[in-house]
């Protein structure tokens, strides 16, 4: 049983689970229109001990009821039965109370040994039981089926909808089924304008569809929590399995600069991995949200937050790292509390210090509809300061990661195209990673490892472009 109308199938036989057609357009939402009666047959057992060796000799025959979000076990449809705790099994809907010739194997073993009795039974199932898909299937016209809206992002307690022009007519029941089927859901809004485009921040104008217009919300992602004013800085929950991808090539004790950190999905969690960050967002209000995450997720020995245009923020961290480092400074991490009582002669455990490092290892760019054009701010970056890296020390280049939009397709096309812009801004030749050589191709000079993150339209992805600064473009005269 799934997808939308519920098929169920067993041995070829058909039957349909299919939720009531409700063709009730702009119309308030009529939940008793949902409520239907399937008559099927079930299995009265005549000790409740019975249960559990019945049940595994039906799944196996394949003679019990097999339906998503509906238990087999049902109490007996006779009240006064059921009050005494009597119990059925339901079963196959090919199976007919009344005629035992659509009978199992198990069912007529059963009903010869005299341990339970085929009784027809009324299958009730009402709007509870329907999921989104299927009230939206049931409540809009078919030629909308195709694309029903249900990929929102959800914040906290707030489901941000993106919803076509088609599909606004009948945006106010959308928003009402989306609070009935997500308990945890209490606002519903919708976009009005285009993240990115319209506002520097990425930030956007909505309408608030169902619940109170409150926007406060606080989520929680990679073992971090995060408060925040939905309407006033970028969030997107749909990147979670991203941010955890670049965070996860991130070794304690290295430094990773964001320059464009938003409230700080990628700086938090790598600060607690111990991870040094210089983290950077342009948004006082991104700013601010990030200084309490800081502190909230208590990673301020390893997180500094600035807020300033990325732009010249590039240069000014690679500096500051460098003076941080030749200053002395570190993270300090006060002992841990022994689980037991020292002994008096034992030294009491120390602080620990962990230095920062003179470079950065890693640049992130999470601005994905401009930040190709902030490369031409990376010559320069490391400029007179060769004795810092290789082959004077073990010291790599940083690896830059840049998020960008660029076409939808499996062909070459959009890996093409990013690599194009990207030489294009840095004036020095990329070539795409060749199939197979896996993420570590990006640490040989001149070479982009491309990976696609997720679609956000239909002929419209966003990627990420990981690759090692060239020696030409960071040992350059800054301009």
Same mark, same amino acid.
């Given at each position: ?132 898909? #299927? @009230? !939206? $299937?049931? /409540?809009? +016209? ?9 990929? =929102?992002?959800? &914040? ?101 600069? #964001? @320059? !464009? $950190?938003? /409230?700080? +999905? ?9 991870? =040094?960050?210089? &983290? ?200």
């Amino acid at each position: 049983m799934s997808g939308p109308g519920n098929i169920f199938e067993v041995e070829g036989d058909m039957v349909i689970f299919r939720c009531p057609i409700v063709r009730s357009g702009t119309a308030a939402l009529n939940r008793a229109l949902f409520s239907k009666t399937i008559p099927i047959a079930a299995a009265a057992l005549h000790d409740n001990k019975s249960i559990s060796k019945y049940r595994k000799l039906l799944e196996a025959s394949r003679e019990i009821l097999h339906a998503e979000r509906i238990s087999p076990i049902a109490p007996h449809p006779d009240q006064a039965l059921a009050n005494k705790g009597r119990k059925c099994l339901l079963l196959n809907p090919n199976v007919k109370a009344e005629a035992s010739d659509t009978w199992g194997p198990v069912v007529k073993d059963g009903v010869q040994k005299e341990e339970l009795t085929v009784i027809p039974y009324e299958l009730r199932l009402n709007y509870d039981y329907w999921t989104f898909r #299927d @009230v !939206m $299937a049931s /409540i809009l +016209p078919e030629e909308l089926h195709d694309e029903i809206p249900s990929g =929102f992002n959800i &914040a906290g307690h707030v489901a941000h909808l993106n919803l076509r022009e088609n599909y606004l007519p009948y945006k106010y029941l959308v928003a009402e089924i989306i609070l009935d089927k997500n308990p945890q859901i209490k606002t519903v809004i919708n976009k009005i304008d285009n993240v990115g485009s319209d506002s520097e921040f990425r930030t956007f104008q909505y309408e608030v569809l169902a619940g109170p217009d409150d926007l406060n919300v606080q989520v929680s992602e990679n073992d971090c929590i995060f408060d925040f004013d939905y309407s006033k800085v970028y969030w997107n929950s749909k990147l979670e399995s991203e941010h955890r991808r670049l965070i996860n090539m991130f070794q304690p004790g290295e430094v990773v600069c #964001d @320059v !464009m $950190a938003g /409230i700080g +999905p990628f700086a938090v969690p790598a600060g607690k991995k111990r991870v =040094f960050v210089w &983290a950077n967002d342009k948004n006082p209000e991104s700013f601010k949200c990030l200084e309490a995450a800081i502190k909230k997720n208590k990673v301020s020995p390893f997180v500094r937050p600035f807020c300033e245009d990325g732009r010249t923020f590039i240069h000014k961290a690679a500096d500051s790292v460098l003076e941080a480092s030749r200053n002395g400074e570190c993270a300090v991490l006060a002992p841990k509390k022994p689980r037991t009582p020292n002994p008096q002669n034992t030294a009491p455990p120390k602080e620990e210090r962990i230095p920062i490092p003179p470079t950065i290892s890693h640049f992130v760019m999470n601005l994905p509809a401009s930040a190709i054009e902030f490369l031409p701010n990376y010559r320069g970056l490391y400029a007179g300061r060769e004795a810092l890296f290789a082959p004077h020390t073990a010291t790599k280049l940083p690896l830059v990661h840049v998020h960008c939009f660029s076409v939808k397709a499996d062909d070459e096309t959009p890996v093409r195209d990013i690599c194009e812009r990207i030489t294009k801004e840095l004036g020095f030749r990329f070539r795409p990673a060749a199939d197979g050589e896996g993420e570590s191709a990006a640490d040989a000079e001149g070479v982009i490892k491309i990976h696609r993150v997720r679609d956000v339209a239909p002929a419209k992805s966003m990627y990420c472009a990981t690759f090692r600064l060239p020696a030409a473009v960071a040992f350059a005269a800054r301009e």
